[in-house]
Nanobody, 114 residues
């Protein structure tokens, strides 16, 4: 199974973007799925995730601005990002975690201009 992330781009501060992550097939035993981001020269940080039980959690820096969701029928996960800030500029990676392995998307670049 491969994950394909898309939706990144250039946006002005205060704007919105929606990232998508499509899985090429069904994944069983999902423990969590979500998004990380990596700024240049920094480690990859968790942005948002949906746990296997259905609850979601967010990094403090994006709470009330980002919303994670999924469409099971489409094998697709979304990250709606609003009120974007320059510090949200990063490469965003989607992931799906199972007891056996973690699947990663290839990353999509989000650039927020001030």
């Amino acid at each position: 199974v491969q994950l394909q992330a898309s939706g990144g781009g250039l946006v002005q501060a205060g704007g919105s973007l929606t990232l998508s992550c499509v899985a090429s097939g069904s994944i069983v035993g999902i423990k969590a799925m979500g998004w990380y981001r990596q700024c240049p020269g920094r480690q990859r940080d968790l942005v948002a995730q949906i746990r296997g039980g259905g609850g979601a959690n967010y990094a403090d820096s994006v709470k009330a601005r980002f919303t994670i969701s999924r469409d099971v029928a489409k094998n697709t996960m979304y990250l709606l990002m609003s009120d974007l800030k320059p510090e949200d500029t990063a490469v965003y990676y989607c992931f799906v975690n199972t007891p056996w392995m973690t699947f990663w998307g290839q990353g999509t670049l989000v650039t927020v201009s001030s």
